[in-house]
């Protein structure tokens, strides 16, 4: 496979593994900036099976070093419905075809906006994130715009920004829910979906230096962050990642 890959797939491939490691380690939003490229120099759905195991590898890169840094009982609230949200997916890849998932994206992510700008004008008074349900519906958004698309980033910032994490809390948070997740994906897209075999995985491990690069610009930028402009960043980069699902 390495041998016939086109020089446009080459750059394609080099700028994803470079976004992946930075958006892992706190440059959130860059994943979504590849990922329609990624679709275009190697298919809808085959695009996916290259993709997930350089995210695995961000995933592990970034959990090693915010290890300290994350409140388990977040990710436990989230992972049952995340799972769910994977077969809920694999059911709605047999009935829409591959150029209609983006839109499928990009309303269920609009929605889910709807929900960071309410509880950015009625934080306060917003009692949802309290229920049982809350975390459920997030949980299972995350775990169906992941297997759809890789794509669940802006659901876990609207949830993690509604709930009020701090910056080096949120980061720490995605980076263990995204490596339980992204793991757990693993064999659903190697035996249903049959997208990832030893010939995708050897550009993987070739993508390794990158994506390490990438992970240190990622702690490099995000060190220059306050807490209050990096919340900001991270709303601006969700509306924008989730405008885009629709272009």
Same mark, same amino acid.
């Given at each position: 496979?390495?041998?016939?890959?086109?020089?446009?797939?080459?750059?394609?491939?080099?700028?994803?593994?470079?976004?992946?490691?930075?958006?892992?380690?706190?440059?959130?939003?860059?994943?979504?900036?590849?990922?329609?490229?990624?679709?275009?120099?190697?298919?809808?759905?085959?695009?996916?099976?290259?993709?997930?195991?350089?995210?695995?590898?961000?995933?592990?890169?970034?959990?090693?070093? $915010?290890?300290? @840094?994350?409140? !388990?009982?977040?990710?436990?609230?989230? &992972?049952?419905?995340?799972? %769910?949200?994977? =077969? *809920?997916?694999?059911?709605?890849?047999?009935?829409?075809?591959?150029?209609?998932?983006?839109?499928?994206?990009?309303?269920?992510?609009?929605?889910?906006?709807?929900?960071?700008?309410?509880?950015?004008?009625?934080?306060?008074?917003?009692?949802?994130?309290?229920?049982?349900?809350?975390?459920?519906?997030?949980?299972?958004?995350?775990?169906?715009?992941?297997?759809?698309?890789?794509?669940?980033?802006?659901?876990?910032?609207?949830?993690?920004?509604?709930?009020?994490?701090?910056?080096?809390? $949120?980061?720490? @948070?995605?980076? !263990?829910?995204?490596?339980?997740?992204? &793991?757990?994906?693993?064999? %659903?897209?190697? =035996? *249903?979906?049959?997208?990832?075999?030893?010939?995708?995985?050897?550009?993987?491990?070739?993508?390794?230096?990158?994506?390490?690069?990438?992970?240190?610009?990622?702690?490099?930028?995000?060190?220059?962050?306050?807490?209050?402009?990096?919340?900001?960043?991270?709303?601006?980069?969700?509306?924008?990642?989730?405008?885009?699902?629709?272009?």
């Amino acid at each position: 496979m390495i041998d016939l890959l086109t020089t446009f797939q080459w750059v394609i491939l080099v700028l994803t593994a470079l976004c992946i490691g930075m958006s892992k380690t706190g440059v959130q939003g860059l994943m979504l900036l590849a990922v329609p490229y990624m679709a275009m120099a190697f298919g809808a759905k085959a695009s996916t099976g290259v993709i997930l195991p350089m995210l695995c590898m961000a995933d592990i890169i970034a959990v090693v070093y $915010y290890k300290r @840094i994350a409140d !388990w009982k977040v990710v436990a609230k989230l &992972l049952p419905t995340a799972i %769910l949200g994977f =077969f *809920v997916a694999i059911f709605v890849d047999r009935l829409i075809p591959a150029n209609e998932f983006r839109q499928l994206m990009g309303w269920t992510l609009a929605l889910v906006l709807v929900v960071m700008a309410w509880s950015e004008l009625f934080g306060k008074e917003n009692r949802w994130m309290k229920r049982w349900w809350y975390s459920a519906l997030f949980g299972l958004l995350g775990g169906f715009t992941t297997m759809i698309g890789n794509a669940a980033g802006p659901v876990m910032s609207i949830y993690l920004l509604s709930m009020r994490k701090g910056k080096m809390e $949120y980061i720490g @948070i995605n980076a !263990w829910f995204f490596l339980v997740v992204n &793991l757990l994906k693993v064999p %659903l897209q190697i =035996f *249903v979906w049959d997208n990832i075999s030893w010939d995708t995985f050897s550009l993987n491990l070739l993508m390794l230096p990158i994506i390490a690069l990438g992970a240190w610009l990622g702690i490099s930028i995000i060190k220059l962050f306050p807490e209050k402009a990096f919340r900001r960043f991270i709303q601006l980069v969700t509306i924008l990642s989730v405008a885009m699902m629709f272009c």
